[in-house]
Structure formats: C-alpha cells, structure tokens
Nanobody, 124 residues
Framework: QVQLVESGGGLVQAGGSLRLSCAAS????????MGWFRQVPGKERAFVAS????????YYEETVKGRFTISRVNAKNTVYLQMNNLKPEDTAIYYC?????????????????WGQGTQVTVSS
C-alpha cells in the first residue's frame, strides 16, 4: 500500500520560512517524479513544484520561483519543500504527489498517488 505522509506545516508570519517533508512508502521512490500542490477553499488544487527522479530537473509555479526550493533524498524516500519569504497568499493545504510519468510540470491529473495534505497558514 502506497503512503505519502506530509509534515512540517503550521502557522508562520509573513516573511518567515517553513520546510515541508513528505515521506513515501510502498513504492520504488526513485522511479517517481515527486511534486507539491496546494489548494485553498473554493479553488482547484494547483501545481507548486516538482522534481525528477534523480533531481536533475525541477519545475516551479511562477509565483514561488526564487522563494521555494524542492529537493529529495532517495535514500530516505523523502521529498522536501523549503519555503522562504512566505506571503499570506501562500496560505493553503499543501499536498505531496508521486507521478510515474515523463519528467514534466505536473498537472492535477498526472499524479498516481497523493498525500493527505498539511496546512500552511501565513499571517500578515
């Protein structure tokens, strides 16, 4: 059974930082592109960042470029999202995703597996 378990969310002031982690189990981690999405109430889940199986390629949504960094450690079956200079508009539930497909920015329909989400709240 595949599980993706996110952690590291919380409440932070604007300008602050958080690091999200996603621990994967039940799959061959190094075969999957890994990604992060986020969702706010009333809106569709939106792509944030993704990373190829051996970290050679990363993609970012435009508004997080230069502030967020995605990384992975295959030996730990874990993907990270370092979020710096957080803004109130970054407030959302953040989801981890695994996609066995080609290296590409992930669309909502791409991932094979999803985590349960972790709340990030940025106060102004």
């Amino acid at each position: 059974q595949v599980q993706l378990v996110e952690s590291g969310g919380g409440l932070v002031q604007a300008g602050g930082s958080l690091r999200l982690s996603c621990a994967a189990s039940g799959l061959t981690f190094s075969l999957y592109n890994m990604g992060w999405f986020r969702q706010v109430p009333g809106k569709e889940r939106a792509f944030v960042a993704s990373i190829s199986p051996y970290s050679s390629t990363t993609y970012y949504e435009e508004t997080v470029k230069g502030r967020f960094t995605i990384s992975r450690v295959n030996a730990k079956n874990t993907v990270y999202l370092q979020m710096n200079n957080l803004k109130p508009e970054d407030t959302a539930i953040y989801y981890c995703a695994a996609d066995r497909g080609p290296v590409r920015p992930m669309s909502n329909g791409a991932p094979d597996y999803w985590g349960q989400g972790t709340q990030v709240t940025v106060s102004s």
